[in-house]
């Protein structure tokens, strides 16, 4: 059985920083995905249970999401936030990888993955 719960989210000013975390079972993919008012969830970042990681254009150079296995957590840093960055963020876990170009990688798609936390609000003021 899966716990799904987030942590860390909150209110702070364009170009802060906040880190995400949600207690969860280690599983084959494990993601962070985002629902903005008025638009459809998408996909921020994902990680395979051997590290590899996968990111939404808008989060790369400044989003890294980790995974610490002995606390079964899954975190995300978020640096240098945008007001476009507002959203509810949800970490969700999968069991399904794609390979491609030499390497298994978990897509950024909330229809590959089965399980998803509460979510946690993130709000950007400029």
């Known amino acids: 059985q899966v716990h799904m719960g987030g942590a860390g989210g909150g209110s702070v000013q364009s170009g802060g920083s906040l880190r995400l975390s949600c207690a969860a079972s280690?599983?084959?993919?494990m993601g962070w995905f985002r629902q903005a008012p008025g638009k459809e969830r998408e996909g921020v970042a994902t990680?395979?249970?051997?590290?590899?990681?996968t990111y939404a254009d808008s989060a790369k150079g400044r989003f890294t999401i980790s995974q610490d296995n002995a606390k079964n957590t899954l975190y995300l840093q978020m640096n240098s936030l945008k007001p476009e960055d507002t959203a509810i963020y949800y970490c969700?876990?999968?069991?399904?990888?794609?390979?491609?170009?030499?390497?298994?990688?978990?897509?950024?798609?909330?229809?590959?993955?089965?399980?998803w936390g509460q979510g946690t609000q993130v709000t950007v003021s400029s």
């Open positions: 280690r599983s084959t993919c």
């Open positions: 990680i395979t249970s051997s590290g590899t990681t």
């Open positions: 969700a876990t999968g069991p399904r990888v794609f390979y491609s170009n030499g390497a298994y990688y978990c897509r950024l798609n909330g229809r590959e993955f089965d399980y």
